[in-house]
């Protein structure tokens, strides 16, 4: 079997970046939007690219982190004398917004992690993941993975996807003490996340890492979610975390940390 379809009334995800919710509202999202891939895996995901729209469980969230981790790594890379001294004004005076009228500029380019979930509005046919299975074993790519890449003229519409998941975000006063409860939040977020990576590098079961996780926290998406309409997108840009320069590549950082140092711990290395 090289294709299948996945019945109208389906429920699926896939992983963006917050730079990228206003244009998805605008123009939905495309027929080959690229997946989002680490820098480090490059050379395999060339290797197994397949034209459409990567769609998944898990997975949504291994593209989403994958998106998030290489937006981190270039506004580092591009501005690194400033990042250095934001990191050093953190680290000098912890709890405290560092007054830095340059990190405007850069922070409207800090995406942070967003993972999409959308209903199929008509029976779309799916390819496998190759990653995982050979390009006839669609079934096993989504049954057992849960991750294919979906196949529809004109991509999906903006109208099939009706809301998104998003991490915790933090303000200042939450990086004060070490066991706060809203960072506490924001590293089990973080740690959905990791179990992408883990089903991408150890290839792990996902079923199994949804289940351990369900059973812990009582739930398998991030903490904070939102509808995904003009009005909706307003008020989330509009929170505090995102519309405030320092705060939002506050976020980005300890974001950042938790999944270099969860991931580390399953012997993954982020480049």
């Known amino acids: 079997m090289t294709e299948f379809k996945l019945a109208a009334g389906s429920v699926v995800k896939t992983g963006v970046t917050t730079s990228q919710l206003y244009p998805i509202l605008r123009y939905g999202l495309a027929q080959n939007s690229p997946a989002h891939h680490f820098q480090a895996s490059a050379e395999i995901g060339t290797k197994n690219v397949t034209p459409g729209i990567h769609i998944g469980e898990l997975m949504a969230y291994f593209s989403a982190c994958a998106g998030f981790c290489n937006n981190t790594s270039d506004i580092h890379h591009q501005h690194q004398d400033v990042m250095a001294s934001f990191v050093g004004a953190l680290q000098d005076k912890r709890g405290e917004k560092p007054v830095m009228p340059e990190l405007e500029a850069i922070a409207q380019h800090a995406g942070l992690p967003v993972v999409l979930e959308i209903i199929l509005e008509e029976d779309c046919v799916l390819l496998a993941d190759r990653h995982f299975v050979s390009d006839n074993e669609i ?85 904070q979610k939102s509808q995904f309409d003009e009005t909706a997108l307003e008020r989330f840009f509009n929170l505090s975390a995102m519309i405030d320069p320092a705060t939002r590549l506050l976020n980005q950082m300890t974001i950042w940390q938790d999944v270099d140092a969860l991931a580390k711990k399953q012997g993954i290395t982020l480049a």
């Open 139 to 223: 079934d096993k790519s989504w049954k057992l993975w849960r991750s294919a890449y979906l196949q529809r003229d004109g991509g999906i519409p903006a109208g099939w996807i009706k809301q998104f998941y998003f991490p915790r975000l933090l303000d200042y006063r939450d990086v004060t003490t070490a066991r706060n409860p809203r960072s506490l939040e924001q590293t089990t977020d973080t740690a959905l996340m990791v179990g992408g990576l883990m089903q991408y590098w150890h290839k792990d079961a996902p079923g199994d890492l949804l289940a351990a996780f369900r059973k812990q926290y009582g739930r398998i998406n991030f903490s």
